[in-house]
């Protein structure tokens, strides 16, 4: 019964933390540099979870080498990105070379 009144608790807090941004969204405009900013906030927040996840993929060391297949499924990813604009074309090449690299290397799990 304490594990329901918990999930109860915690979906009225989140709610009462963002309804009023929902609620405020069409009314609020920000001055122009504020809006500026803001449009780097997504960028930077993946590149916060991605770096990391490439150049430790276990946690510990950073593994700038050959053998590491997430640093260069990232890099195809990222040259295919750059010269493509294309976002589906940049998962899928991304994706084949980081698998690709794991078979040629052996380490497939």
């Not at 060391?61 to 010269?83: K, M, Q, R």
């Amino acid at each position: 019964m304490n594990e329901i009144y918990l999930i109860i608790g915690m979906a009225l807090v989140t709610i009462l933390i963002r309804y009023p941004m929902f609620a405020l969204a069409g009314q609020v405009e920000f001055p122009p540099f504020l809006a500026r900013a803001l449009r780097y906030v997504p960028p930077a927040v993946l590149t916060a979870i991605i770096v990391p996840a490439v150049l430790m993929p276990h946690g510990t060391n950073i593994e700038l080498s050959y053998t590491n297949a997430y640093l260069i499924g990232a890099l195809v990813a990222a040259g295919v990105g750059w010269f493509s604009q294309n976002l589906l074309l940049t998962i899928v090449v991304g994706m084949a070379a980081f698998f690709g690299w794991q078979l040629l290397l052996g380490t497939l799990n």
